[in-house]
């Protein structure tokens, strides 16, 4: 099993740094659209309220 750690090391680190990407890309992503349809939600009803 070390032998095997050892010869794939570099292998392990970059997917290790993949997965913190990926978990970093998708939140942000989760984010953005969530404010981005708060933002049009809001920016409908200011409207709405704007023309009253």
Same mark, same amino acid.
């Given at each position: *099993?070390? $032998? $095997? ?6 292998? &392990? +680190? /970059?997917? +290790?740094? +993949? *997965?913190? +990407? /990926?978990?970093? /890309? !998708?939140?942000?992503?989760?984010? *953005?659209?969530?404010?981005? !349809? &708060? ?14």
């Amino acid at each position: *099993m070390k $032998i $095997i750690v050892a010869v794939a090391r570099p292998e &392990v +680190l /970059i997917s +290790l740094e +993949l *997965m913190a +990407l /990926i978990e970093v /890309i !998708g939140a942000s992503t989760f984010v *953005m659209a969530y404010v981005s !349809g &708060v933002n049009l939600y809001l920016s409908t009803w200011f409207k709405k309220l704007a023309d009253f």
